[in-house]
Protein backbone atom coordinates (compact mmCIF):
# COMPACT_ATOMS: atom_id res chain seq x y z
CA UNK A 1 0.00 0.00 0.00
CA UNK A 2 1.93 3.48 -1.00
CA UNK A 3 2.13 5.24 2.41
CA UNK A 4 3.55 8.87 2.37
CA UNK A 5 7.29 6.74 2.39
CA UNK A 6 6.47 5.79 -0.66
CA UNK A 7 5.45 9.07 -2.02
CA UNK A 8 8.50 10.94 -0.85
CA UNK A 9 10.78 8.05 -2.31
CA UNK A 10 8.87 8.29 -6.31
CA UNK A 11 9.47 12.34 -5.66
CA UNK A 12 12.76 11.62 -5.09
CA UNK A 13 13.50 9.25 -7.49
CA UNK A 14 11.73 11.47 -10.11
CA UNK A 15 13.79 14.62 -8.95
CA UNK A 16 16.96 12.83 -8.09
CA UNK A 17 19.01 15.66 -8.90
CA UNK A 18 17.32 17.06 -5.64
CA UNK A 19 19.21 16.81 -2.87
CA UNK A 20 19.59 13.02 -0.75
CA UNK A 21 17.58 13.15 2.40
CA UNK A 22 20.36 12.79 5.48
CA UNK A 23 20.43 9.13 6.18
CA UNK A 24 22.03 7.80 8.55
CA UNK A 25 24.03 3.94 8.12
CA UNK A 26 25.52 2.78 10.74
CA UNK A 27 28.03 -0.14 10.72
CA UNK A 28 26.71 -2.65 13.31
CA UNK A 29 28.18 -5.46 14.99
CA UNK A 30 28.25 -7.90 17.39
CA UNK A 31 31.15 -9.17 19.26
CA UNK A 32 30.94 -12.11 20.83
CA UNK A 33 31.50 -11.58 25.16
CA UNK A 34 35.33 -12.09 26.02
CA UNK A 35 36.28 -10.73 22.58
CA UNK A 36 38.60 -7.64 22.10
CA UNK A 37 38.56 -7.52 26.09
CA UNK A 38 41.82 -5.24 26.34
CA UNK A 39 40.99 -3.08 23.21
CA UNK A 40 37.31 -2.93 22.87
CA UNK A 41 35.65 -2.11 19.22
CA UNK A 42 33.81 1.11 18.80
CA UNK A 43 30.94 -0.05 16.40
CA UNK A 44 27.62 -0.03 17.82
CA UNK A 45 26.11 -2.99 18.28
CA UNK A 46 22.99 -4.57 16.77
CA UNK A 47 20.77 -5.14 20.03
CA UNK A 48 21.63 -1.63 20.17
CA UNK A 49 20.70 -0.80 16.51
CA UNK A 50 17.29 -3.03 16.78
CA UNK A 51 16.11 -1.51 19.38
CA UNK A 52 16.52 2.11 18.43
CA UNK A 53 14.88 0.97 15.20
CA UNK A 54 12.18 -0.45 17.43
CA UNK A 55 11.99 2.73 19.45
CA UNK A 56 11.40 5.21 16.26
CA UNK A 57 8.64 2.62 15.06
CA UNK A 58 5.53 4.59 14.63
CA UNK A 59 3.28 2.57 12.08
CA UNK A 60 5.04 -0.94 10.98
CA UNK A 61 7.48 -3.09 11.58
CA UNK A 62 8.22 -5.91 8.70
CA UNK A 63 10.67 -8.81 10.16
CA UNK A 64 12.14 -11.61 7.81
CA UNK A 65 13.81 -14.37 9.55
CA UNK A 66 15.56 -17.83 9.29
CA UNK A 67 13.92 -18.20 12.89
CA UNK A 68 13.14 -16.79 15.84
CA UNK A 69 14.79 -17.37 19.24
CA UNK A 70 15.24 -14.35 21.52
CA UNK A 71 15.14 -15.68 24.51
CA UNK A 72 17.18 -18.90 25.80
CA UNK A 73 15.30 -21.57 26.31
CA UNK A 74 18.00 -23.59 28.67
CA UNK A 75 19.02 -21.08 31.37
CA UNK A 76 20.93 -23.89 33.23
CA UNK A 77 24.12 -22.28 31.52
CA UNK A 78 24.60 -18.88 34.30
CA UNK A 79 27.39 -17.40 32.98
CA UNK A 80 25.71 -16.53 29.22
CA UNK A 81 22.95 -14.41 29.66
CA UNK A 82 20.03 -13.52 26.72
CA UNK A 83 19.70 -10.10 27.87
CA UNK A 84 19.98 -8.66 24.74
CA UNK A 85 17.71 -11.09 22.94
CA UNK A 86 15.06 -10.38 26.09
CA UNK A 87 14.82 -6.67 25.70
CA UNK A 88 14.69 -7.07 22.00
CA UNK A 89 11.58 -9.40 22.24
CA UNK A 90 9.94 -7.71 24.69
CA UNK A 91 9.86 -4.56 22.78
CA UNK A 92 8.81 -6.51 19.81
CA UNK A 93 6.19 -7.63 22.48
CA UNK A 94 4.75 -4.18 22.71
CA UNK A 95 4.38 -3.00 19.47
CA UNK A 96 0.92 -4.11 18.55
CA UNK A 97 -0.49 -1.78 21.94
CA UNK A 98 1.69 0.93 20.66
CA UNK A 99 -0.24 0.80 17.10
CA UNK A 100 2.42 -0.47 15.38
CA UNK A 101 1.60 -3.28 13.21
CA UNK A 102 4.10 -6.56 13.17
CA UNK A 103 4.51 -8.42 10.53
CA UNK A 104 7.03 -11.29 10.71
CA UNK A 105 7.72 -13.88 7.65
CA UNK A 106 9.84 -16.43 9.49
CA UNK A 107 11.08 -19.92 7.55
CA UNK A 108 8.98 -22.75 7.83
CA UNK A 109 9.27 -25.28 9.89
CA UNK A 110 10.17 -23.48 12.72
CA UNK A 111 12.60 -25.05 15.18
CA UNK A 112 11.14 -23.33 18.15
CA UNK A 113 8.17 -21.78 18.07
CA UNK A 114 7.69 -20.22 21.07
CA UNK A 115 8.65 -16.63 20.53
CA UNK A 116 6.46 -16.29 17.24
CA UNK A 117 3.55 -17.54 19.19
CA UNK A 118 3.92 -15.68 22.11
CA UNK A 119 4.10 -12.57 19.08
CA UNK A 120 1.05 -13.51 17.35
CA UNK A 121 -1.00 -13.38 20.84
CA UNK A 122 -0.12 -10.07 20.71
CA UNK A 123 -1.72 -8.99 17.38
CA UNK A 124 1.42 -9.40 14.87
CA UNK A 125 0.90 -11.17 12.05
CA UNK A 126 2.93 -14.16 11.36
CA UNK A 127 3.68 -16.03 7.95
CA UNK A 128 5.68 -18.94 8.11
CA UNK A 129 6.89 -19.85 4.93
CA UNK A 130 7.80 -23.27 3.50
CA UNK A 131 10.44 -22.60 0.57
CA UNK A 132 11.15 -26.04 0.60
CA UNK A 133 7.95 -27.01 -1.29
CA UNK A 134 9.12 -24.18 -3.80
CA UNK A 135 12.42 -24.03 -4.53
CA UNK A 136 14.17 -26.79 -2.55
CA UNK A 137 15.54 -24.33 -0.07
CA UNK A 138 15.03 -22.23 3.15
CA UNK A 139 14.30 -18.65 4.23
CA UNK A 140 17.92 -17.66 5.64
CA UNK A 141 17.11 -13.67 5.02
CA UNK A 142 17.65 -11.27 7.93
CA UNK A 143 16.15 -7.84 7.03
CA UNK A 144 14.16 -5.32 9.22
CA UNK A 145 11.84 -2.72 8.01
CA UNK A 146 10.63 -0.23 10.19
CA UNK A 147 7.84 2.37 9.23
CA UNK A 148 8.83 1.56 5.53
CA UNK A 149 11.86 3.80 6.83
CA UNK A 150 14.53 2.72 8.24
CA UNK A 151 16.16 -0.89 7.34
CA UNK A 152 18.32 -3.75 8.83
CA UNK A 153 20.70 -5.84 7.08
CA UNK A 154 23.37 -8.46 8.01
CA UNK A 155 24.11 -11.34 9.21
CA UNK A 156 22.58 -11.76 12.78
CA UNK A 157 19.51 -13.99 13.13
CA UNK A 158 17.04 -13.16 15.56
CA UNK A 159 18.96 -15.20 18.19
CA UNK A 160 19.98 -14.23 21.57
CA UNK A 161 23.12 -15.63 20.87
CA UNK A 162 23.79 -13.64 17.57
CA UNK A 163 23.42 -10.22 20.00
CA UNK A 164 26.04 -11.56 22.61
CA UNK A 165 27.88 -14.89 21.61
CA UNK A 166 28.05 -14.75 17.77
CA UNK A 167 30.14 -12.54 15.91
CA UNK A 168 27.85 -10.74 12.84
CA UNK A 169 27.64 -7.90 11.34
CA UNK A 170 25.47 -5.94 9.61
CA UNK A 171 24.04 -2.19 8.26
CA UNK A 172 21.43 -0.49 10.26
CA UNK A 173 20.28 2.64 8.08
CA UNK A 174 17.60 5.11 8.66
CA UNK A 175 15.24 8.17 6.95
CA UNK A 176 15.89 6.19 3.83
CA UNK A 177 12.41 5.47 2.79
CA UNK A 178 13.41 4.59 -1.02
CA UNK A 179 16.19 1.73 0.04
CA UNK A 180 13.81 0.43 3.07
CA UNK A 181 10.72 0.18 0.68
CA UNK A 182 12.90 -1.83 -2.08
CA UNK A 183 13.69 -3.88 1.09
CA UNK A 184 9.95 -4.08 1.68
CA UNK A 185 9.73 -5.02 -1.54
CA UNK A 186 11.65 -8.36 -0.85
CA UNK A 187 9.85 -8.90 2.00
CA UNK A 188 6.55 -8.73 0.02
CA UNK A 189 7.58 -11.49 -1.93
CA UNK A 190 8.39 -13.85 1.21
CA UNK A 191 4.80 -12.70 2.24
CA UNK A 192 2.96 -13.70 -0.50
CA UNK A 193 4.91 -16.83 -0.73
CA UNK A 194 3.68 -17.50 2.73
CA UNK A 195 -0.02 -16.57 2.22
CA UNK A 196 -0.40 -18.96 -0.45
CA UNK A 197 -0.09 -22.75 1.36
CA UNK A 198 0.21 -24.60 -2.09
CA UNK A 199 3.91 -24.34 -2.47
CA UNK A 200 3.00 -22.26 -5.81
CA UNK A 201 4.85 -19.26 -7.11
CA UNK A 202 2.26 -16.36 -8.96
CA UNK A 203 3.31 -16.73 -12.72
CA UNK A 204 4.59 -13.12 -12.19
CA UNK A 205 5.16 -11.14 -9.51
CA UNK A 206 2.92 -7.78 -9.39
CA UNK A 207 4.16 -4.28 -10.20
CA UNK A 208 3.94 -3.08 -6.39
CA UNK A 209 6.66 -5.61 -5.65
CA UNK A 210 9.14 -4.66 -8.95
CA UNK A 211 12.77 -3.64 -7.33
CA UNK A 212 13.42 -0.50 -6.59
CA UNK A 213 17.20 -0.23 -7.19
CA UNK A 214 19.34 -2.82 -9.19
CA UNK A 215 22.62 -2.76 -9.93
CA UNK A 216 21.51 -1.49 -13.36
CA UNK A 217 19.97 1.17 -11.53
CA UNK A 218 21.00 1.98 -8.23
CA UNK A 219 19.88 4.46 -5.96
CA UNK A 220 21.92 7.50 -6.00
CA UNK A 221 22.39 8.39 -1.85
CA UNK A 222 24.32 10.30 -0.16
CA UNK A 223 25.50 7.91 2.93
CA UNK A 224 26.63 9.85 5.83
CA UNK A 225 27.10 12.60 3.55
CA UNK A 226 29.39 11.18 0.80
CA UNK A 227 27.31 9.99 -2.04
CA UNK A 228 26.89 6.61 -2.45
CA UNK A 229 25.42 3.86 -5.57
CA UNK A 230 23.54 1.69 -3.71
CA UNK A 231 21.27 -1.94 -4.50
CA UNK A 232 19.59 -4.32 -2.99
CA UNK A 233 19.95 -7.96 -4.24
CA UNK A 234 18.46 -11.19 -3.47
CA UNK A 235 18.62 -15.07 -3.98
CA UNK A 236 17.33 -17.48 -5.36
CA UNK A 237 16.33 -16.49 -8.43
CA UNK A 238 13.00 -18.05 -8.92
CA UNK A 239 11.37 -15.57 -6.25
CA UNK A 240 12.89 -12.21 -7.63
CA UNK A 241 10.75 -9.79 -8.84
CA UNK A 242 11.02 -7.96 -12.38
CA UNK A 243 14.19 -6.19 -12.21
CA UNK A 244 15.65 -7.77 -9.28
CA UNK A 245 19.64 -8.26 -9.36
CA UNK A 246 20.40 -11.35 -8.50
CA UNK A 247 22.39 -12.03 -5.53
CA UNK A 248 25.07 -13.87 -6.85
CA UNK A 249 25.45 -11.26 -9.74
CA UNK A 250 26.12 -8.61 -7.54
CA UNK A 251 28.84 -10.75 -5.61
CA UNK A 252 30.56 -11.81 -8.66
CA UNK A 253 29.99 -8.06 -10.21
CA UNK A 254 31.78 -6.87 -7.26
CA UNK A 255 34.71 -9.22 -7.78
CA UNK A 256 35.23 -8.42 -10.99
CA UNK A 257 35.09 -4.23 -10.52
CA UNK A 258 37.77 -4.79 -7.95
CA UNK A 259 41.31 -3.63 -9.01
CA UNK A 260 43.66 -3.18 -5.88
CA UNK A 261 42.50 -5.67 -3.04
CA UNK A 262 39.22 -7.95 -2.43
CA UNK A 263 38.41 -8.84 1.65
CA UNK A 264 35.85 -11.25 2.20
CA UNK A 265 34.88 -12.17 5.77
CA UNK A 266 32.36 -15.47 5.63
CA UNK A 267 31.04 -18.35 8.10
CA UNK A 268 31.97 -21.05 5.05
CA UNK A 269 33.68 -20.92 1.86
CA UNK A 270 32.99 -23.47 -0.60
CA UNK A 271 32.61 -24.42 -4.08
CA UNK A 272 30.36 -26.91 -3.84
CA UNK A 273 26.46 -27.61 -3.82
CA UNK A 274 25.75 -29.13 -0.04
CA UNK A 275 22.22 -29.98 -0.22
CA UNK A 276 22.33 -32.55 -2.91
CA UNK A 277 23.30 -35.95 -3.33
CA UNK A 278 26.11 -36.44 -4.86
CA UNK A 279 27.49 -32.63 -4.29
CA UNK A 280 28.73 -31.10 -7.20
CA UNK A 281 31.13 -28.70 -8.03
CA UNK A 282 29.96 -25.10 -8.03
CA UNK A 283 32.99 -23.00 -9.13
CA UNK A 284 30.91 -19.71 -9.56
CA UNK A 285 32.48 -17.16 -6.85
CA UNK A 286 36.04 -19.31 -6.83
CA UNK A 287 36.60 -18.70 -10.37
CA UNK A 288 36.08 -15.12 -9.97
CA UNK A 289 38.51 -15.28 -6.98
CA UNK A 290 41.37 -16.88 -9.36
CA UNK A 291 40.91 -14.77 -12.10
CA UNK A 292 41.24 -11.99 -9.91
CA UNK A 293 44.94 -13.10 -8.66
CA UNK A 294 45.85 -14.75 -11.15
CA UNK A 295 44.91 -12.98 -13.86
CA UNK A 296 44.22 -9.20 -12.66
CA UNK A 297 47.06 -8.87 -10.05
CA UNK A 298 44.30 -8.06 -7.45
CA UNK A 299 45.35 -9.42 -3.86
CA UNK A 300 42.48 -11.89 -2.62
CA UNK A 301 42.24 -12.16 1.17
CA UNK A 302 39.81 -14.96 2.85
CA UNK A 303 38.77 -14.80 6.47
CA UNK A 304 36.63 -18.12 7.34
CA UNK A 305 35.21 -19.44 10.24
CA UNK A 306 36.56 -22.63 12.24
CA UNK A 307 34.12 -24.26 14.38
CA UNK A 308 32.66 -27.58 15.18
CA UNK A 309 30.24 -27.52 12.46
CA UNK A 310 32.90 -26.20 9.42
CA UNK A 311 32.99 -28.63 6.95
CA UNK A 312 36.51 -29.71 6.44
CA UNK A 313 36.50 -30.04 2.84
CA UNK A 314 36.43 -26.33 3.00
CA UNK A 315 40.14 -26.23 4.15
CA UNK A 316 41.38 -28.26 1.41
CA UNK A 317 39.08 -26.06 -1.18
CA UNK A 318 41.18 -23.01 0.26
CA UNK A 319 44.61 -24.59 0.47
CA UNK A 320 43.94 -25.09 -3.52
CA UNK A 321 43.65 -21.75 -3.89
CA UNK A 322 46.51 -21.09 -1.88
CA UNK A 323 48.77 -23.41 -3.76
CA UNK A 324 48.35 -20.27 -6.54
CA UNK A 325 50.90 -18.50 -4.45
CA UNK A 326 54.10 -20.61 -5.92
CA UNK A 327 55.99 -19.08 -8.49
CA UNK A 328 55.94 -18.80 -11.10
CA UNK A 329 52.47 -18.23 -10.75
CA UNK A 330 53.10 -15.72 -7.64
CA UNK A 331 48.95 -14.87 -7.17
CA UNK A 332 48.34 -12.71 -4.18
CA UNK A 333 46.05 -15.17 -2.46
CA UNK A 334 45.75 -15.23 1.60
CA UNK A 335 43.51 -17.38 4.01
CA UNK A 336 43.21 -16.95 7.94
CA UNK A 337 40.60 -19.21 10.20
CA UNK A 338 38.65 -17.10 12.87
CA UNK A 339 38.13 -18.76 15.55
CA UNK A 340 36.17 -17.46 18.74
CA UNK A 341 37.84 -18.88 22.23
CA UNK A 342 35.45 -19.59 24.91
CA UNK A 343 35.23 -20.25 28.75
CA UNK A 344 33.85 -23.74 29.56
CA UNK A 345 30.57 -22.41 30.27
CA UNK A 346 30.36 -20.85 26.89
CA UNK A 347 31.87 -23.81 24.96
CA UNK A 348 28.59 -25.48 26.16
CA UNK A 349 26.55 -22.83 24.03
CA UNK A 350 24.91 -25.04 21.31
CA UNK A 351 25.73 -22.73 17.80
CA UNK A 352 27.58 -20.01 19.20
CA UNK A 353 31.03 -18.73 19.38
CA UNK A 354 32.09 -18.11 15.79
CA UNK A 355 32.19 -15.65 13.34
CA UNK A 356 28.69 -15.48 11.46
CA UNK A 357 29.66 -12.34 9.34
CA UNK A 358 29.03 -12.48 5.93
CA UNK A 359 30.58 -8.97 4.18
CA UNK A 360 33.27 -8.54 1.43
CA UNK A 361 35.07 -4.82 0.52
CA UNK A 362 37.42 -4.36 -2.39
CA UNK A 363 39.64 -1.03 -2.92
CA UNK A 364 36.34 0.12 -4.53
CA UNK A 365 32.88 -1.48 -3.16
CA UNK A 366 31.36 -2.82 -0.30
CA UNK A 367 28.64 -5.80 -0.14
CA UNK A 368 27.03 -6.73 2.86
CA UNK A 369 25.08 -10.16 2.83
CA UNK A 370 22.93 -12.96 4.31
CA UNK A 371 24.12 -16.04 2.78
CA UNK A 372 27.08 -18.26 3.03
CA UNK A 373 29.46 -18.83 0.15
CA UNK A 374 28.04 -22.29 -1.27
CA UNK A 375 26.05 -23.14 -3.96
CA UNK A 376 22.70 -23.88 -2.28
CA UNK A 377 22.53 -20.16 -0.51
CA UNK A 378 22.13 -18.85 -4.15
CA UNK A 379 20.25 -21.06 -5.74
CA UNK A 380 17.62 -22.32 -3.45
CA UNK A 381 17.59 -20.39 -0.54
CA UNK A 382 16.55 -17.18 0.29
CA UNK A 383 19.04 -14.41 1.02
CA UNK A 384 19.67 -10.78 -0.03
CA UNK A 385 22.70 -8.31 -0.45
CA UNK A 386 23.14 -4.95 -0.24
CA UNK A 387 26.13 -3.20 -2.49
CA UNK A 388 27.61 0.16 -1.75
CA UNK A 389 29.50 1.38 -4.09
CA UNK A 390 31.24 4.96 -3.32
CA UNK A 391 34.08 4.47 -6.32
CA UNK A 392 35.21 7.84 -7.36
CA UNK A 393 33.07 9.97 -5.12
CA UNK A 394 34.48 13.23 -3.29
CA UNK A 395 34.56 12.97 0.32
CA UNK A 396 34.51 15.64 2.52
CA UNK A 397 37.17 16.45 5.45
CA UNK A 398 35.42 14.78 8.63
CA UNK A 399 33.75 12.16 6.49
CA UNK A 400 33.98 8.83 6.03
CA UNK A 401 33.06 6.55 3.17
CA UNK A 402 31.44 3.01 4.25
CA UNK A 403 34.54 1.35 1.81
CA UNK A 404 37.02 2.69 4.43
CA UNK A 405 34.62 1.75 7.82
CA UNK A 406 34.63 -1.71 6.53
CA UNK A 407 38.46 -2.19 5.31
CA UNK A 408 38.94 -1.46 8.95
CA UNK A 409 36.73 -3.54 10.24
CA UNK A 410 38.08 -6.13 7.96
CA UNK A 411 41.96 -5.99 8.89
CA UNK A 412 41.46 -5.44 12.84
CA UNK A 413 40.10 -9.08 12.52
CA UNK A 414 42.48 -10.23 10.00
CA UNK A 415 45.43 -9.12 12.36
CA UNK A 416 43.97 -10.35 15.31
CA UNK A 417 45.03 -12.52 17.90
CA UNK A 418 42.14 -14.89 16.48
CA UNK A 419 42.50 -15.16 13.03
CA UNK A 420 45.53 -17.96 12.19
CA UNK A 421 46.99 -17.74 8.82
CA UNK A 422 46.34 -21.00 6.76
CA UNK A 423 48.75 -22.64 5.01
CA UNK A 424 48.59 -25.10 1.58
CA UNK A 425 50.44 -27.33 3.48
CA UNK A 426 48.36 -27.82 7.19
CA UNK A 427 46.62 -30.72 7.33
CA UNK A 428 44.21 -31.30 10.42
CA UNK A 429 43.61 -27.37 10.00
CA UNK A 430 40.14 -27.26 12.13
CA UNK A 431 39.75 -30.51 14.30
CA UNK A 432 37.76 -30.15 17.56
CA UNK A 433 39.98 -29.87 19.72
CA UNK A 434 40.56 -25.76 19.15
CA UNK A 435 37.17 -25.64 20.53
C1 LIG B 1 4.65 9.25 14.81
O1 LIG B 1 3.25 9.39 14.61
C2 LIG B 1 2.70 10.54 15.20
C3 LIG B 1 1.20 10.48 15.02
O2 LIG B 1 0.85 9.90 13.79
C4 LIG B 1 3.32 11.79 14.58
O3 LIG B 1 2.81 12.93 15.16
C5 LIG B 1 4.82 11.73 14.79
O4 LIG B 1 5.47 12.81 14.15
C6 LIG B 1 5.40 10.44 14.25
N1 LIG B 1 6.79 10.36 14.57
C7 LIG B 1 7.71 10.07 13.69
C8 LIG B 1 9.10 9.98 14.22
O5 LIG B 1 7.46 9.86 12.51
C1 LIG C 1 -2.26 -21.85 -4.95
O1 LIG C 1 -2.73 -20.75 -4.16
C2 LIG C 1 -2.85 -19.53 -4.86
C3 LIG C 1 -3.22 -18.42 -3.90
O2 LIG C 1 -3.39 -18.85 -2.58
C4 LIG C 1 -3.88 -19.71 -5.98
O3 LIG C 1 -4.00 -18.50 -6.69
C5 LIG C 1 -3.41 -20.80 -6.91
O4 LIG C 1 -4.36 -21.03 -7.90
C6 LIG C 1 -3.15 -22.10 -6.14
N1 LIG C 1 -2.55 -23.08 -7.05
C7 LIG C 1 -2.86 -24.34 -7.07
C8 LIG C 1 -2.11 -25.21 -8.03
O5 LIG C 1 -3.74 -24.84 -6.35
C1 LIG D 1 30.96 1.38 -9.02
O1 LIG D 1 30.82 2.66 -9.56
C2 LIG D 1 31.69 2.91 -10.64
C3 LIG D 1 31.56 4.39 -11.00
O2 LIG D 1 30.23 4.74 -11.15
C4 LIG D 1 31.33 1.98 -11.78
O3 LIG D 1 32.17 2.21 -12.88
C5 LIG D 1 31.49 0.54 -11.29
O4 LIG D 1 31.07 -0.35 -12.30
C6 LIG D 1 30.67 0.32 -10.04
N1 LIG D 1 31.01 -1.00 -9.49
C7 LIG D 1 30.11 -1.93 -9.18
C8 LIG D 1 30.62 -3.22 -8.66
O5 LIG D 1 28.92 -1.77 -9.31
C1 LIG E 1 25.69 -21.79 6.68
O1 LIG E 1 25.10 -21.06 7.68
C2 LIG E 1 24.27 -21.70 8.59
C3 LIG E 1 23.84 -20.73 9.63
O2 LIG E 1 23.79 -19.45 9.17
C4 LIG E 1 24.92 -22.95 9.16
O3 LIG E 1 24.06 -23.62 10.04
C5 LIG E 1 25.41 -23.83 8.04
O4 LIG E 1 26.01 -24.98 8.53
C6 LIG E 1 26.35 -23.04 7.20
N1 LIG E 1 27.11 -23.76 6.20
C7 LIG E 1 26.69 -24.32 5.08
C8 LIG E 1 27.76 -24.73 4.13
O5 LIG E 1 25.54 -24.48 4.82
Same mark, same amino acid.
Not at 251 to 272: C, G, N, R, T, W
Not at 299 to 312: D, F, G, K, N, T
Given at each position: ?????????????????????????????????????????????????????????????????????????????????????????????????????????????? !??????????? !??????????????????????????????????????????????????????????????????????????????????????????????????????????????????????????? !?????????????????????????????????????????????????????????????????????????????????????????????????????????????????????????????????????????????????? !?????????????????????????????????????????????
Amino acid at each position: IPGVAWIECAVWMLYSELPSPPFRVRLVETIPVGLYESDPPSLPSISDSWLSLLGEANSSVHIAAFYFTLRATDLELTEPTDSQGRKVFDQLMQLESKGVKLQIAVNAPQ !TSTQDTENLAA !TGAEIREIDLQAVTGGIIHTKLWVVDQKHFYVGSANMDWRSLSQVKEVGLAIEDCSCLAQDAARIFGVYWDIGGRKNGSLPPYWPARLSALSSSQHPLRLKFNGVPAHVYLSSAPPQISARGR !TDDLSSILSVIEDAQKFIYISVMDYLPLSQFIEPPRFWPAIDSALRSAACTRGVEVRLLVSCWQHSPASMFIFLQSLLVLNRPPLACDISVNVFVVPSTSAQSKIPFARVNHAKYMVTDRVVYIGTSNWSENYFTQTAGVGLVVNQ !TGTVVGSGQVTLQSQVEELFLRDWNSQYARTLSDSDVDVCSRHHH
